[in-house]
């Protein structure tokens, strides 16, 4: 796994926590249990703080940052809760997303966006800063436009998408080979 530390500030990896060959967390990140980072993503907390909520799983290619403090602007962390999936290629730039969300792949959420707990954020969508997402629906477009409400089976999905990528997980710790 490739962590390294920034200005003497390493990651924090909870219990279970994984991070692939590939992929980098870097400074002020911290991973809950049993959270996934799969090939090539970046986690990139070097001017704030990145946060991970249990079972959350960053997939192939995203991008995690933040923004700094200064006279211009207050700076933003990135948080994302637990059981929250975050598809390949995207790209969360300080920014909240709750509890047992799903974020598409390619969606790009930026600065102090709020995408609440039980939200689906469609492939490829875009999150414009500050913007808040309502619990409980679809979200589509570049930029995002609530489609329509979410059904029990979908929200039932956030967390059997997590717990799947907990699973997954477990079985690349130790089926896969470097050759």
Not at 25 to 48: F, H, M, Q, Y
Not at 60 to 82: E, L, P, R, W, Y
Not at 85 to 112: K, Q, R, S
Request: charged fraction near 20%; include cysteine; hydrophobic fraction near 40%.
């Amino acid at each position: 796994m490739t962590l390294r530390s920034y200005h003497d500030i390493s990651p924090n990896l909870a219990s279970g926590a994984w991070v692939d060959d590939s992929a980098v967390v870097i400074g002020k990140c911290e991973l809950g249990e049993d959270v996934s980072v799969w090939p090539n993503a970046t986690l990139r907390g070097d001017v704030n703080d990145i946060k991970i909520g249990d079972r959350s799983n960053i997939q192939d290619g995203a991008v995690v940052h933040t923004t700094h403090q200064s006279d211009i602007t207050k700076g933003s962390q990135c948080i994302v809760g637990k059981d929250v999936t975050v598809g390949h290629n995207a790209v969360l730039h300080g920014c909240i997303i709750e509890d047992e969300c799903l974020i598409g792949m390619g969606a790009v959420v930026l600065d102090n966006a709020v995408v609440q707990k039980h939200v689906l954020v469609g492939a490829n969508s875009l999150v414009p800063p500050g913007k808040i997402l309502e619990s409980g629906y679809l979200y589509v477009g570049s930029p995002v436009k609530q489609a329509r409400p979410l059904t029990d089976d979908e929200k039932a999905f956030f967390k059997y998408s997590a717990a799947h990528y907990v699973k997954l997980k477990k079985s690349f710790q130790t089926a896969v080979k470097t050759l």
